[in-house]
């Protein structure tokens, strides 16, 4: 479990129904080991065991991990009892860290503090003293931080880093530094600058950042466990890309058609899923129902060759039977998505439907 604790700052906590953990032992996320220390948890707080460890970097690999798994722990725990699945845990671990947006010494900035611009959005500027450099523009999420810089989806290019500065030092450190915490939040969206440095502007340091409040994303569903307007619940569908080439081309939307009422919600963001093989990916919020899922292009792309405009290559009955000759067919599979659930494996990814009109 991930807190945020009373003075600002996070808390990894693990309970365990057999008993205590006395010695040291590792937390596997994916594969990568973080060193942790079991101690009791403060009074008051209802976890049986504290971690004492690197707390932001856990609570980031858990929230973008798939198994999490305790080595080294003597004495051994029985099989089964030494694993955490971690799908669908992501957001809440997301809104914990939002919630606990501090400072780098652990003391609160309240929110008003904040650092805001003209039109009141959570802001900041001023990231980088880089010259010579080609100033650029773009909206997205904050997917992960990772070592001096931060991964983010934008909504046209799709994944990539963007280098951060060391903020220098001066009196407004403290709100400046609560203030960068804050927007680069995972799963934070935002309008940023930044400036393209080195050879073909291919090295990208933040310049600026603006939070895209809720009021701002008209185009976007609620996320599972919300209402929309109508009180509607949602809930989400997700899984990885496929395309029959080594590549998963930019532009490719994805889509959700609701079956009773041919409603479609679209995304063309492109996530890295992690696990493994870390594929891309996609994520849709969506009103409880039933849907077909498909993969298709734009009018008018240059990566659908070989493809009619309007081609939709499904989540079908040719993906779950895995593409072998003996599938049935390439009829859609529905896919039903109750409220506050996510429904993962759906990958649209059914390249091979003769039926569909081919260049």
């Given at each position: 479990m991930v807190r945020c604790e009373d003075n600002?700052?996070?808390?990894?906590?693990?309970?365990?129904?057999?008993?205590?953990?006395?010695?040291?032992?590792?937390?596997?996320?994916?594969?990568?080991?973080?060193?942790?220390?079991?101690?009791?948890?403060?009074?008051?707080?209802?976890?049986?065991?504290?971690?004492?460890?690197?707390?932001?970097?856990?609570a980031s690999a858990l929230r973008s991990g798939e198994v999490?798994?305790?080595?080294?722990?003597?004495?051994?725990?029985?099989?089964?009892?030494?694993?955490?699945?971690?799908?669908g845990s992501g957001r809440a671990i997301g809104s914990v860290v939002a919630a606990c947006s501090r400072?780098?010494?652990?003391?609160?900035?309240?929110?008003?503090?904040?650092?805001r611009d003209s039109a009141g959005r959570v802001a900041i500027a001023n990231l980088t003293d880089a010259s010579d450099c080609a100033a650029g523009k773009g909206s997205g999420m904050v997917d992960v931080l990772e070592g001096d810089g931060v991964w983010f989806v934008d909504d046209q290019y799709g994944r990539g880093y963007i280098n951060l500065d060391p903020?220098?030092?001066?009196?407004?450190?403290?709100?400046?530094?609560?203030?960068?915490?804050y927007l680069l939040t995972p799963g934070r969206r935002l309008d940023i600058d930044v400036m393209g440095c080195g050879a073909a502007g291919r090295v990208e340091k933040l310049m600026a950042?603006?939070?895209?409040?809720?009021?701002?994303?008209?185009?976007?569903?609620?996320?599972?466990?919300?209402?929309?307007?109508a009180g509607v619940a949602f809930g989400q569908i997700e899984g990885e890309l496929g395309y029959p080439s080594d590549f998963i081309p930019e532009d490719l939307k994805v889509c959700a058609e609701r079956i009773d009422t041919n409603e479609l919600v679209c995304t063309t963001q492109h996530l890295r899923m992690g696990g493994e093989r870390n594929a891309w990916g996609y994520r849709l919020s969506v009103p409880a129902g039933a849907y077909h899922v498909f993969a298709t292009f734009p009018p008018g792309s240059k990566n659908s060759t070989g493809f009619e405009d309007g081609y939709r290559a499904y989540y079908s009955e040719m993906v779950v039977c895995g593409f072998d000759v003996s599938c049935p067919s390439h009829a859609p599979v529905a896919v039903t998505v109750q409220a506050s659930e996510t429904v993962p494996g759906i990958s649209p990814s059914d390249w091979y439907d003769a039926a569909q009109a081919k260049r």
């Open positions: 600002g700052t996070l808390g990894v906590y693990y309970e365990h129904t057999g008993g205590g953990i006395a010695a040291p032992f590792s937390v596997a996320i994916d594969g990568e080991r973080f060193a942790v220390a079991p101690e009791p948890s403060p009074s008051g707080v209802p976890f049986g065991i504290r971690l004492q460890g690197d707390a932001a970097a856990i999490a798994k305790l080595v080294d722990v003597e004495p051994p725990l029985n099989p089964g009892f030494d694993t955490i699945p971690l799908r400072s780098g010494d652990g003391n609160l900035v309240a929110d008003g503090d904040l650092l903020l220098p030092p001066g009196p407004d450190l403290k709100v400046r530094a609560a203030t960068l915490k950042a603006r939070e895209i409040p809720d009021t701002d994303r008209q185009a976007e569903s609620p996320g599972p466990g919300t209402e929309g307007e």
